[in-house]
C-alpha cells in the first residue's frame, strides 16, 4: 500500500477508536454493488455504511479493467491488487482466491468483483456479523454486511437487473441500486456515509465529474450522495424532468433519427432541433408537450420505451 493510503487507514481506525496502526482493518458494516455497464463496458461501485468515508476504503475500480468493494473487516490492499491482477488477465473467481489465500484473516472479509468482461466474483467470510451475503448476477454482484436482511440485497440487484437497457448512465443505476438498498432497511445500525465511483474507458467521456463523489459524514448520506450527484453532473440520464446531456444525448438523437424525427448528425448537443424533435414525438404519441402539462422536452423512462419501440417497428423488428 503506498504511503498516502496508510495515512488515510489510519485516520479513518483512529475516528473509529480502534488501535491507531495501519495494520489493523476498519470494520464496515456496509453494503455495496459493484458492476459493469453492457452497453458502455462503464464500471463502478456503490456501497453505504454507518460508519465515516466509506469511499477512502472501499471502493476500487480501474477503466477497462475492473471494479473491486472490500469491506467489513475492510483490507484496503484487496482494492490496488485485485485490479493488478484483473490486469494480468486473472479471472474474478482466480483473482478473488489469490487474495483470500495471502490474507491472514480471509473469514472476516467480504470482497466483490467484477471485470471488463462483466465476469463477477464475491466472498463473505463466515466471521461477517450477520445478516452477511451476497447476491451475484450478469455484470453484478450485490454484498453486505451486518443488515437487516436478505432483503436489502434483493433490493439492490432487482433494482439494477430493473435499469438494464433503459439507456441509464452506470451511475444512475448503480445509485438508483443503493437508493434501493436503502429503503428495504440497508447498515441495520443505520446510516453515516456513501460512494459513488465510475470509470469509463471511453475518452470523451472521462471529464464527467459525476464519476467519484463520496458523502463522509451525513444523517441521510445516500440522499446525500443523490443531491451531489444531480448538482455536479449537469445530466440526470432520463429520468423524469430532466434535460440529458452528453452520451445520453447522443444515444437519444440516435433514436429519434432511427425513428425519423431527426435529420442531423448526433453530437450531444440538446439543442433547439432536439428539442423540437422530442416535441413532435410527444405530440403524435398524445404525451404532454410543456406549457401547462409539464416541462417542456421531458425525456422519461416512458418516452425512450415508446421512441424504442417505434424505431423497432420502423425497421422492421419486434418489439422488446
Given at each position: 500500500m503506498r504511503c498516502g493510503a496508510r495515512g488515510r487507514l489510519a485516520a479513518?481506525?483512529?475516528?473509529?477508536?480502534?488501535?491507531?496502526?495501519?495494520?489493523?482493518?476498519?470494520?464496515?458494516?456496509?453494503?455495496?454493488?459493484v458492476a459493469r455497464d453492457s452497453a458502455t463496458g462503464d464500471l463502478g461501485v456503490a456501497v453505504s455504511t454507518r460508519a465515516p468515508a466509506v469511499g477512502a476504503v472501499v471502493p476500487w475500480a480501474k477503466a477497462g479493467i475492473g471494479a473491486v468493494a472490500t469491506q467489513a473487516s475492510t483490507n484496503p490492499e484487496f482494492g490496488p491488487k485485485g485490479l493488478a491482477l484483473l490486469e494480468q488477465g486473472t479471472s474474478p473467481r482466480d483473482t478473488l482466491a489469490r487474495l483470500l489465500v495471502e490474507d491472514d484473516t480471509p473469514?472476516?472479509?467480504?470482497?466483490?468483483?467484477?471485470?471488463?468482461?462483466?465476469?463477477?466474483?464475491?466472498?463473505?467470510?463466515r466471521e461477517n456479523i450477520p445478516y452477511a451475503g451476497a447476491i451475484e448476477g450478469v455484470n453484478f454482484t450485490a454484498q453486505g454486511n451486518l443488515l437487516v436482511g436478505r432483503e436489502t440485497l434483493e433490493a439492490m440487484a432487482a433494482s439494477f437487473r430493473g435499469t438494464e437497457g433503459k439507456g441509464l448512465p452506470l451511475a444512475e443505476r448503480l445509485l438508483r441500486a443503493l437508493e434501493a438498498g436503502q429503503a428495504a432497511g440497508g447498515d441495520r445500525r443505520g446510516r453515516q456515509s456513501a460512494a459513488l465511483l465510475v470509470v469509463t474507458a471511453d475518452p470523451q467521456r472521462r471529464w464527467e465529474r459525476s464519476q467519484n463523489l463520496r458523502v463522509d459524514d451525513h444523517a441521510n448520506p445516500v440522499a446525500e450522495l443523490r443531491r451531489i450527484y444531480e448538482t455536479v453532473t449537469g445530466r440526470l440520464g432520463y429520468r423524469d424532468l430532466s434535460r440529458p446531456a452528453g452520451r445520453d444525448v447522443r444515444e437519444l438523437q440516435e433514436l429519434l433519427r432511427r425513428a425519423g424525427l431527426y435529420d442531423r448528425e448526433p453530437d450531444g448537443s440538446f439543442d433547439?432541433?432536439?428539442?423540437?424533435?422530442?416535441?413532435?414525438?410527444?405530440?403524435?404519441?398524445?404525451?404532454?408537450?410543456?406549457?401547462?402539462?409539464?416541462?417542456v422536452a421531458l425525456v422519461d423512462a416512458d418516452l425512450i420505451a415508446r421512441l424504442r419501440t417505434q424505431v423497432q417497428t420502423r425497421e422492421g423488428k419486434a418489439p422488446p
Open positions: 479513518l481506525i483512529i475516528g473509529h477508536g480502534l488501535v491507531a496502526a495501519a495494520a489493523v482493518s476498519p470494520a464496515f458494516a456496509t453494503f455495496s454493488i473469514e472476516k472479509r467480504q470482497i466483490g468483483i467484477v471485470d471488463a468482461k462483466g465476469g463477477v466474483a464475491s466472498h463473505t467470510g433547439d432541433a432536439t428539442v423540437a424533435a422530442v416535441q413532435a414525438f410527444r405530440k403524435a404519441q398524445g404525451l404532454d408537450t410543456g406549457e401547462y402539462g409539464g416541462p
